[in-house]
């Protein structure tokens, strides 16, 4: 059994940055493609980004492409996702998932994390 951690969440004012970083648990995390999702009060949990099992492949969604950064370190069992130039619609909690392969659909995610909360103030 896999056990997916996030951390890293907080507030920021926008203009800001902040680094999530997956902790997971057990040896075959290299195994796994990666992805982040969120997920607004009110809202369906949408897709952010995703990375592939070498970390040479990457998939963003449209609204951070070019300010946010997935990354992962398989040595570490641990995963990134960098984010800049916040603003407040990036306000959500943030869930690391794991699955067989890089996709936008969360049900292509095997394991997942209990989310860390992301707020930007304006």
């Known amino acids: 059994q896999v056990q997916v951690v996030e951390s890293g969440g907080g507030l920021m004012q926008a203009g800001g940055s902040l680094r999530l970083t997956c902790a997971a648990s057990g040896p075959t995390f290299s195994g796994y493609a990666m992805g982040w999702f969120r997920q607004a009060p009110g809202n369906e949990r949408e897709f952010v980004a995703a990375?592939?099992?070498?970390?040479?492949?990457?998939i963003y969604a449209d609204s951070v492409r070019g300010r946010f950064t997935i990354s992962r370190d398989n040595a570490l069992n641990t995963g990134y996702l960098q984010m800049n130039s916040l603003t407040p619609e990036d306000t959500a909690v943030y869930y690391c998932a794991l699955g067989r392969v890089p996709s936008i659909n969360r049900d292509n995610y095997n394991y997942w994390g209990q989310g860390t909360q992301v707020t930007v103030s304006s």
């Open positions: 990375i592939t099992t070498s970390g040479t492949g990457w």
